[in-house]
Structure formats: C-alpha cells, structure tokens
C-alpha cells in the first residue's frame, strides 16, 4: 500500500458482539476484515489500498459499472455475513476512513443514531414484498384509418362506415375502462395488504414502486414494501402474505428476505461528514 492507510468500513456492531470469524470474510482485498472496537460500538472493516480507494481514486471506482458492481456485491457479502449472526447497522456504499483513527471518530460522533438505529432492529430481520400487476387489456380492432389532407377517415376494415366507427369507439372506451378498473383494483389490494402486513410488523417502508428496467417484469409495481419483522414473529408474518390463488385475477405477489434491515437502518448510517474521514 501507499500513503496512509485507509479503512474501508463496511458495517457497525455493539461493542463485543459475537461476530463471525473476520479472518473467514474476505472483503474486497480477499485478506480478511478486522474489528475497531470503541469499547461501546464496533465497526467491521478493512485495510484498504489508498492508490484504489483515496480520495482521487474513488470517485473514479464509483463511475466504473463493473467496479462499482464488484464493490456493491462485497459490501453486502460482508454485511450479511456479520448479520447472519449479530445485529448490525450497514453503512453506505464506499464509506472510508483514514486510518483506526478515522474508524473512532466515525463511531463516537454517529454513536447516538448507530446505538439507536441497533437497538430499533435488535431480534428482527427485514422482508420485503412486492405486488404486481398485469395490463393484459385486449387491444382494440384496427382502428379507422387516420385523416389525410383531402381524404376522410375510412372506417375499420370490413366495416360500413359511421357504425363501424361507433363500435369501433365503444370498444376502445371499454378497454379504457376495463384497465381503470384494474388499476383501482390492484391499488385497493395493494393499500389492503400494505396494512395487513404492516400490523404484523414492527417497522415497514413503502419504497417508490420499481421500473421496468429494474424490475425484469413487465407488470406493473403497485407495491414495494419493506417490513421490520421480529424473527419470533416470522412465521405469523408470511402467515398473513397471501397465497398466489388468493389473489384477485392478474395479480401476483412477490417475497424476499430475510435480509439484514438495511431499509431501517439507512438514516443511522448516513455519515454527514462525508466519505471520507
């Protein structure tokens, strides 16, 4: 390594938890991870290479997509591996410290939120839970023929005139209606099983619904929700996620975890002094 040396700083524990063996978490050197122990907080972190993760340099990782997706699967590598087995906190992408010095400043000045933010999700793990919908609306026949200058609109192939087009209207109003329909629906149902879920959860967040691109679906999101579960609570919990045939037709459901409670944690691990201290 070169300069001085830089902490990579993964996720924050209580002080004297019962982490797994660090030498056994390889991180993103492959060396290992240590722990930086406040004698109240403890950070899971790394010796990283100042030339790869400095202040130049960074910026420069963030911006590169194969890099920056390297970065992102170690840190949640490391993070789920330390809360497979301990509460914890993850804190934010690429957050690095200069030296153990910089890893004890970074807990003494964040220790009310991080003692907080642990206690809030001490014995609980975060679900998430997703509801989709299909626009599987019938496409309308061929539509009249549009105007051109000097010409007048025909009517839909076959048809004999102004009927044609009348039918041909009515039938695209009742698509229209028929996808409202599904919509007030799908979010009827979604508001419904937010609040169910939601009562059998300690804590929950309704993310923005996700994209197409995000999402690998072609429905529609309705609901992407995240929910604080006690693990006693688990089974009561998915109890209370209904089965795909409870579903009204054209919605389906999706469900993930457990995942260490990033979704409630985030706030607390937001550092406000920047990346690098």
Known sequence: MSGPQLFYVYT?????????????IGGLS?????????GVLAAVAEPVDPAEYGETALPRRLEDLDRLT??????????AAVGGSV??????????????????RLLAEGRERLSHALARVAGAE????????????????????PDRPGTAAGPPEGGTGAGSGRDYLRRRLGDRRRREERAGLAAATAEQLHRQLAARASGSVLHAPQQAQLSGS????????????????RQAFLDT?????????????????????YSFTQAAADDPHGQER
């Open 218 to 233: 072609p429905d529609t999101n309705v609901l992407n929700a995240a929910y604080l579960v006690p693990r006693d609570a």
């Open 87 to 104: 509460t914890t906190v993850p804190l934010r992408l690429a957050t690095v410290c200069r030296g153990e010095e910089g890893v004890l």
């Open 241 to 261: 996620v209904p089965g795909p045939a409870d579903l009204p037709s054209g919605l389906r459901r999706e469900i993930t975890g457990p995942w260490v409670p």
């Open 12 to 24: 924050v524990v209580e002080s004297g938890a019962a982490t797994p063996d660090t030498r056994e």
């Open 126 to 145: 975060e679900w998430g839970v997703k509801l989709y919908s299909a626009d599987s609306a019938p496409a309308a026949t061929t539509a009249p023929a």
């Open 30 to 38: 492959g060396s290992g991870v240590t722990v930086v122990d406040d």
């Open 70 to 79: 390297h970065l992102a699967r170690t840190h949640h590598q490391v993070v």
